[in-house]
């Protein structure tokens, strides 16, 4: 599986960025796409996480009501709707596809991710 990030940029707090990630190379429909993100000095932590054939999605609470992640099966993307950003939203933003099913006490662990995108920075001025 290859996986292209695109959509970051700069926004002021309170903006909006949709992020993309497009797949190419074999997907399996119950394996997740993760968004992860990674700020200056700061361990990878898990943002949100949608199956290929749909059922729950799972976000951090950080972004709950915030984020919202989609995907177009047609399109093999996977989107992050961000609004209502603020600056603590400001890092390097990926998305993960993993070669296992993961379940949900699992799904928000990047170490079980296999496929990583090359990132996209999102910075987000006060």
């Known amino acids: 599986v290859q996986l292209q990030a695109s959509g970051g940029g700069l926004v002021q707090a309170g903006g909006s960025l949709r992020l993309s990630c497009a797949a190419s190379?074999?997907?399996?429909?119950?394996?997740?796409v993760g968004w992860f993100r990674q700020a200056p000095g700061k361990e990878r932590e898990f943002v949100a996480a949608?199956?290929?054939?749909?059922?729950?999605?799972y976000y951090a609470d950080s972004v709950k009501g915030r984020f919202t992640v989609s995907r177009d099966n047609a399109k093999r993307t996977v989107y992050l709707q961000m609004n209502s950003l603020k600056p603590e939203d400001t890092a390097v933003y990926y998305c993960?596809?993993?070669?296992?099913?993961?379940?949900?006490?699992?799904?928000?662990?990047?170490?079980?991710?296999?496929?990583w995108g090359q990132g996209t920075q999102v910075t987000v001025s006060s």
């Open positions: 993960a596809a993993s070669s296992g099913a993961l379940i949900q006490s699992t799904i928000r662990r990047k170490d079980l991710y296999d496929y």
């Open positions: 190379g074999r997907t399996f429909s119950n394996n997740p």
């Open positions: 949608i199956r290929w054939s749909g059922g729950t999605i």
